[in-house]
């Protein structure tokens, strides 16, 4: 997870948040990498930032919002946050989004479901991403992912997972190509496929989970 958490926090992102639960993991190393990890807010509840780590980032400016609501979780309010703020991105990444404990797991992905049908949250693409992963929804409808293999780039293995409902899937560019396949839990469904061309077409009946694996190679 520490070369993740480094890789991806970059500048080029217009917005960088940290749910209060995660605040504590740069302060708690040393290395001058870590010590370049300052978010521009902390939200949450804050029930869990140690006073010290507080202070260390606020000292930093970065912006500290409380929001004690016990009926959403600390994703919810950071979606909101970002939401709220007019430099608000096209595209959120989540680090460290899939990963740690199932419940928050499928909460996480709960969120990518419904962030696409409720107005308080960001109305742009979200990405979970972990060392090994990322995935995000593919729309109902024709998609296009440009999917390049190599050293830091992407690996072969990809998935479609039908999560919040059965769909009607078309691939083009995977070893394992369908058309008009019938996907379900419980029933058919795409997972270890592997990537065959750098562009991939899936064509799909309802919104479904597209999984591909990141190539550590470059990580060491």
Known sequence: METCETTYW???FVLRN?????????????TAKYAAIIPDFICGDLD?????????????GTKIIQNPDQYSSDLTKSLKCINNDPKSPLHVVIIGGIGGRFDQG??????????????????????LVNPQSICFLLMKGMNRITAPLGPGLFA??????PIA?????????????VT???TEFGGQMSTSNHIKSETIEVDTSERVLFTMELDRSRTG
């Open 48 to 60: 869990s930032i140690r006073p010290e780590v507080r202070a260390h980032y606020e000292k930093k």
């Open 106 to 127: 499928f909460s996480q992905l709960h969120h990518l479901y419904s962030a696409s049908k409720d107005s308080t949250l960001p109305n742009s693409q979200i990405f």
């Open 180 to 182: 008009d396949w019938y």
């Open 18 to 30: 940290v749910f209060d639960w995660n605040g504590d993991f740069p302060v708690a190393k040393s």
């Open 156 to 161: 072969e293995n990809v998935g479609i997972i």
């Open 10 to 12: 970059e500048p080029a």
């Open 165 to 177: 409902r059965p769909s009607v899937i078309t691939t083009k560019g995977l070893e394992w190509d």
